[in-house]
């Protein structure tokens, strides 16, 4: 094999090489550093705060449903 043999079969390989990274990388999981984060602290995790409290957020709706009707029924009676 001459010099320029080899030349031409490393070029090929690294295309060959290219071409396959090229169609993994547009199937693989974005990196963290490609994530957009914004200012300020992180979004509070939900479902956290709805094991510690042992409450639904449904059955918290309702808790300050009934609260804010109450508290206009009080403004009406001081009316």
């Not at 396959?20 to 479902?47: C, E, F, I, N, W």
């Not at 957020?57 to 808790?63: D, H, P, Q, V």
């Amino acid at each position: 094999m001459t010099i320029d043999e080899i030349l031409s079969a490393i070029d090929a390989e690294i295309a060959t090489l290219q071409e396959a990274r090229s169609l993994l990388a547009v199937h693989s999981d974005p990196t963290p550093t490609t994530v957009k984060k914004g200012p300020g602290r992180p979004k509070k995790d939900l479902s956290a705060k709805l094991i510690k409290s042992g409450m639904s957020l449904e059955g918290k709706a309702r808790i300050a449903a009934g609260q804010k009707k109450a508290w206009s029924l009080r403004k009406k009676a001081a009316i």
